[in-house]
């Protein structure tokens, strides 16, 4: 079975500085990944996704995800924060075969002006 | 635009009431999923559905009970509520092997 680790539960980042926020998955086979994000109150919105091809992929609201085989990991970047972007972030990974995608349990992102 | 569309955002039920949460999705997706979500927590999953009538326990599924009857609907029931399902509940779905849709999220408050 998959699994997926966010090791931040928080992440405190200036407005207008850049963002990583890490994902490391377990799983044997390339696996489908996701970002998403969740505002206080709201339902999750899908930031941005991977299947295969290209192992950077260009997301919503300017975010972008780097799949790494070698590290098992697919970090969310930004390279300048607005104070919009405060929300929870949750990365997921989907395994062939599998309808269940297993989701992280997710960073906080507090943004200072 | 895929919709999903919680019928609840917000409710505040007694012990022992008997709770409906509804859910419906208008792109024909085969896969429904029922999800709480808890401070500190994550998303854990209560129910999935794959297909009309069918249906498979997630990680927790005490408390809990599903109905899809039809593809664009999918109903979480909560038989006897309980303070501890005081939770976030999100409804999603998806085509097979393919990214979740989310709803809005239903607030429920047992009292």
């Known amino acids: 079975a998959q699994s997926v680790t966010q090791p931040d539960i928080h992440i405190t980042v200036s407005e207008g500085a850049s963002l990583e926020l890490r994902c490391n998955y377990s799983y044997g086979a390339t696996p489908y990944l996701f970002w998403y994000v969740q505002s206080p109150g709201q339902g999750l919105q899908l930031l941005l996704k991977?299947?295969?091809?290209?192992?950077l992929v260009q997301g919503i609201k300017g975010f972008e995800a780097e799949f790494k085989r070698s590290q098992s990991s697919f970090n969310l970047r930004k390279p300048s924060v607005h104070w919009s972007d405060a929300a929870e972030y949750f990365c997921a990974v989907g395994a062939g075969g599998s309808y269940i995608p297993t989701f992280g349990r997710g960073t906080s992102l507090i943004v200072h002006p | 635009d895929v919709k999903v569309t919680q019928s609840s955002r917000y409710l505040v039920k007694r012990t022992g009431e008997k709770v409906f949460l509804e859910c419906v999705q208008d792109m024909d997706h085969e896969n429904m999923f029922w999800y709480r979500q808890d401070p500190g927590l994550g998303l854990r999953l209560i129910y999935f559905?794959?297909?009309?009538?069918?249906?498979e326990k997630g990680d927790i599924p005490e408390g809990y009970s599903v109905s899809r009857e039809k593809k664009e609907r999918f109903s979480l029931i909560l038989e006897s509520a309980s303070t501890n399902q005081t939770s976030m509940y999100l409804c999603?779905?998806?085509?097979?092997?393919?990214?979740?849709?989310f709803g809005e999220g239903s607030r429920l408050t047992v009292l």
């Open positions: 991977y299947f295969s091809g290209d192992t």
């Open positions: 559905s794959y297909d009309v009538k069918m249906k």
């Open positions: 999603a779905s998806s085509l097979p092997e393919r990214e979740l849709f």
